[in-house]
């Protein structure tokens, strides 16, 4: 069983992204998987400020893709809700972005299904009482040890 952890407000959400950050050692694919309004931004936003990012972080809808050049490393934050075609992400040069020594967080990944890498790690998020409730799924074994991590 996978473990599951229960994030009862905004706060507590941002908090997860820092301990992800650092859980994947600042670099990896992560695809957040969950329903709008389910707080993947929210997640992304705690993430990007803990490597370092001071102003906003907003919702890279119509962008696609916003990136922050921070100290603790090289951020790519995807929103892929708009995307009609999975081409489009071609134009985009996708590749270019999902560098090893980078770290790519992805909200809405299906709608790039066949063009994205496959991800590290996977964060469901679902409702939970007023809160939300997250399960990590690993696909690789950096995936699995920064699991490990978030679970100690
Ligand atoms: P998404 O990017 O998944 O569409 P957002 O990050 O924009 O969702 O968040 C939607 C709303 O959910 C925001 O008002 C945010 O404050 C709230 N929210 C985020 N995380 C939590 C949480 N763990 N518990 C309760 N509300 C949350
Ligand atoms: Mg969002």
């Known amino acids: 069983m996978l473990p599951v952890y229960f994030i009862p407000d905004e706060g507590a959400m941002e908090e ?28 992304s936003r ?10 906003a972080v907003k919702s890279p809808t119509y962008t696609l893709v916003e990136t922050y050049e921070l100290p603790a490393g090289i951020v790519h934050h995807f929103d892929l809700y708009r995307l009609m075609d999975p081409e489009e992400l071609e134009y ?16 809405w990944p299906d709608r790039g299904d066949g063009l994205l890498p496959a991800p590290d790690l996977e964060v469901y998020i679902e409702p939970h009482g007023e809160g939300r409730a997250i399960q990590c799924v690993s696909h690789t074994a950096k995936g ?5 991590i978030i679970n100690d």
């Open 46 to 55: 705690g993430l990007i400020r803990s490597a370092g990012h001071k102003g």
């Open 92 to 107: 985009l040069g996708i590749r270019d972005y999902f560098s090893e020594q980078h770290l790519c967080l992805v909200e």
């Open 16 to 43: 997860f992204g820092a301990r992800l950050l650092s859980a994947m050692e600042h670099t990896g694919v992560i695809f957040l998987q969950g329903n709008l309004g389910m707080g993947k931004t929210t997640l």
């Open 144 to 148: 699995q040890k920064a699991a490990d």
